[in-house]
């Protein structure tokens, strides 16, 4: 069956970085689109960034570009997240998702950026 694990998130300052994975598995995976998105204590969750099957067509939400960088590795079915320069308000729980899977959500790994 269809499975996401995220993983790499933790506790970061100001200005820090991190680099998340995304293991699936159940689908052909280098045939789909792929997205990061996240959802904040009491906020909607929100699409982050989004890279197409092959790798070479990228899209940010506005409130990332210039610091996350969305990349994939079909050979391993694994999809990156490199947030640099992280803030505050990037902290969420994160997850990765194929929207031509809609009811397959992993658990999400937290991402926490404090001082």
């Known amino acids: 069956q269809v499975q996401l694990v995220e993983s790499g998130g933790g506790l970061v300052h100001p200005g820090g970085s991190l680099r998340l994975s995304c293991a699936a598995s159940?689908?052909?995976?280098?045939?789909?689109?792929m997205n990061w998105y996240r959802q904040a204590p009491g906020k909607e969750r929100e699409l982050v960034a989004a890279?197409?099957?092959?790798?070479?067509?990228?899209n940010y939400a506005d409130s990332v570009k210039g610091r996350f960088s969305i990349s994939r590795d079909n050979a391993k079915n694994t999809v990156y997240l490199q947030m640099n320069g992280l803030k505050p308000e990037d902290t969420a729980v994160y997850y990765c998702?194929?929207?031509?899977?809609?009811?397959?959500w992993g658990q999400g790994t937290q991402v926490t950026v404090s001082s």
């Open positions: 998702h194929a929207p031509r899977l809609p009811v397959y």
């Open positions: 159940g689908f052909t995976f280098s045939s789909y689109m």
């Open positions: 890279i197409a099957p092959a790798g070479r067509i990228t």
